[in-house]
């Protein structure tokens, strides 16, 4: 007789004991990926329905994107700024075209581009708009999320995120997400910037009320207030659009970017804006080794040539109505609302039947992979590669799991 040995308990073991707890990862090891689909070390496969929260846009090691990677590995993968290196400009004026701006800052993960808006507010609030030292003040939405530095999460409102980790940076003015009037009554002549996301990711895929970020940007320009979209999980095609926010026609001050334009292989993030306002920045004020370093450029450059089709957006606005007709028909089936736009969606799973977290891992069982976020609410984000066959696939999966 064989015994069959499984591998997962182990590895699930091991990385337990050996890392900080702060992650609650779903009980599965992930070995290898392709497309739409991940295979653990037991070569069980798995649908991805979470995209690393939508930095798989184009699906795991799409191979355009997998060639320009190796090609580059065997010519220079680091320079840092100190020199400049020939994938350097060719990325900043292809991502800077595709976001119709003057310029971009290149960084690596999304909370440093957010801190870059940050800084780059704050030096044009000084020097442009002519507020004084010390003083300006940048407006934010509750239930945000931008990442987790220190500045970052003190403006968060989610306790997990920001308790414990004062004292917290001052300059920061919360209001309710989508409440218009609260932006206007908190606006003063120090205000330097709005900084929301187009759609609140973490808070559970949820779209502002029709005409606020178009509201929104006519005030900011009314007041001369900088607009920001944090595109990081909402841009880069995920809703069927380049960005989110041209659902609206608004085009911000300033795109925060990330995710996605790493192609899921390197972390690459960028701030894109006219030299109006990035041209605040002077040399030494700003910057990061690892920002713009040639292996991310290769990357980025290629990521925005897939954007340039339109393929992409394309097949998340289709699939996305598959998607999202899916889950209505769901809604009083175990299902209590549907959020989204694209091939995005935050899904509240009634809380009699179970919680997010149980929903994920029934999903789990069902060898499709999904996150909650808050409560009951699942999130459901599938690379863009995903085919129709697989979506459905997902769908009667959820269908199941509810049923129980
Ligand atoms: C809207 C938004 N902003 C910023 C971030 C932070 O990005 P990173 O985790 O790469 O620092 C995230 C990450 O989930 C995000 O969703």
Redesign the pocket.
Known sequence: MTTVEFRTPEALAEAERWTAHNYHPLPVVVAEAEGAWVTDVDGVRYLDFLAG?SALNFGHRHPGLIAAAHAQLDRVTLTSRAFVHDQFGAFCRGLAALCGKDMVLPMN???EA?ETAIKVARKWGYRVKGVAAEQAEIIVAADN????TTTIVSFSTDPDARADFGPYTPGFVVVPYGDLAAVRDAITPNTVAVLM?PIQ??AGVLVPPAGFLAGLRELCTETDVLMIA?E??SGLGRTGKTFAIEHDGVVPDMYVL??ALGGGIV?V?AVAADRAVLGVLRPGEHGSTFGGNPLACAVGTEVVKLLETGEFQERSARLGARLHAGLEALIGQGVVAVRGRGLWAGVDIDPALMTGRQACERLAERRVLAKDTHGSTIRLAPPLVVTEEDLDHALAQLAAVLRG
């Open positions: 929260y993960t999304g909370a957010v999320f931008h990442g987790r996301e990711g973490e944090d990081i999980q990330g995710k972390p993030s």
